[in-house]
């Protein structure tokens, strides 16, 4: 089993940044597929980066070349450093892990932390 704990939310300015961490308990991390979702209000939640255990990424459109997800297996954490920070970007982040358990693929989520871009 997986355990995450997202930190790193908070209140920006638009144009600031924010690096959100995802800590992970268990012995399936280095084996997880990674990634951040978010969540608007009245929104459904939406898939924001991705990283497979061999570290391949992928983005949404909307935060190509202003995000960036890493992973440092040593230390069972995901991070998510977001730049360029838009309105639009206002959110609750979640962390997801997909790993394979015996014979079921499952996915583990996180509490969420609240990201909100605003003067």
């Known amino acids: 089993q997986v355990q995450l704990v997202e930190s790193g939310g908070g209140l920006v300015q638009p144009g600031g940044s924010l690096r959100l961490s995802c800590a992970a308990s268990?012995?399936?991390?280095?084996?997880?597929?990674m990634a951040w979702y978010r969540q608007a209000p009245g929104k459904q939640r939406e898939l924001v980066a991705g990283i497979t255990r061999g570290s391949s990424t992928n983005y949404a459109d909307s935060v190509k070349g202003r995000f960036t997800i890493s992973r440092d297996n040593a230390k069972n954490t995901v991070y998510l450093q977001m730049n360029s920070l838009k309105p639009e970007d206002t959110a609750v982040y979640y962390c997801n892990a997909r790993a394979r358990v015996g014979v079921e693929l499952l996915d583990f989520w996180g509490q969420g932390t609240q990201v909100t871009v605003s003067t």
């Open positions: 268990g012995s399936i991390f280095s084996s997880s597929t």
